[in-house]
């Protein structure tokens, strides 16, 4: 079997962390460079990762995220924030991002006119721009879990959670909000039978 899907099998949703086991700094840290180096929509990376070392922040986080022992036992906690001020049409940030790409200037203008259209409908409405920006974080968590997978490090990703208790606890700034969370750590319990519907049930070639 490929390493890739070695790792997409020993990934679960880990529930239950061993809290005397914490991942080696060097090992987090790639972690979170596989969330830096992951693919997000025209580049625009609108993530902005906190990780929750500190025990009482855990502990005031864990009753709005269903009371869930992830929060509080996990090794690391990594909270997938995005800015979402930054991304609308008329940002300098938004410029930035085309001109780093080192292109011609009629070009950056080109796709700041493609981009504009494509974000415009959204930014009228902050759930979808909220959206959309999730969206990306959901990329960069996914790559996370299946390359700590590769180190053998377990992971839960967590959507169970009161999204404005929990921007309000953080005390995010105007703009910012909560996309998703992840923990990292170690297992305690054996992993469960992975279900999954089979590729008849879920592709179709037309
Ligand atoms: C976006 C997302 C959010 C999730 N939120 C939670 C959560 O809040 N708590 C939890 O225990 N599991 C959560 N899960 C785990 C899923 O329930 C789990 O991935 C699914 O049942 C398949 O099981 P497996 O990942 O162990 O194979 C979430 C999964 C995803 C992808």
Redesign the pocket.
């Known amino acids: 079997m490929s390493k890739f899907l070695e790792a997409m099998k020993f990934r ?2 880990c ?1 239950r962390f061993d809290t005397t086991k914490a991942i080696p700094n060097e090992q987090f840290d790639t972690i979170l460079e596989v969330c830096r180096t992951s693919p997000s929509s025209f580049g625009m990376e609108p993530w902005r990762l906190i990780v929750v070392r500190s025990e009482k922040l855990r502990k005031a986080l864990k009753s709005s995220c ?1 009371n ?1 022992n992830q929060i509080t036992e996990a090794s690391e906690l990594v909270i997938f924030t995005t800015d979402n001020d930054i991304v609308r049409s008329d940002s300098p940030y938004v410029r930035k991002m085309f001109e780093r790409r080192e292109m011609p200037a009629e070009m950056v203008e080109k796709y700041l006119e493609v981009y504009g259209a494509f974000i415009k409908p959204l930014e009228e409405d902050e759930v979808l721009l909220e959206n959309w920006t999730a969206k990306q974080c ?1 990329i960069a968590m996914a790559n996370a879990m299946t390359y700590a997978a590769t180190l053998e490090i377990d992971s ?5 959670f009161d999204k404005e208790e929990i921007e309000a606890i953080l005390d995010l700034e105007y703009g910012h909000s909560v996309a ?1 969370i992840c923990a990292f750590g170690y297992r305690v319990n054996p992993q ?1 039978t ?1 279900m999954r519907l089979p590729l008849t049930t879920i592709v179709e070639y037309k």
């Open positions: 679960h949703a529930k269903w869930q959901y839960c990703p967590i959507e169970g998703v469960s992975q």
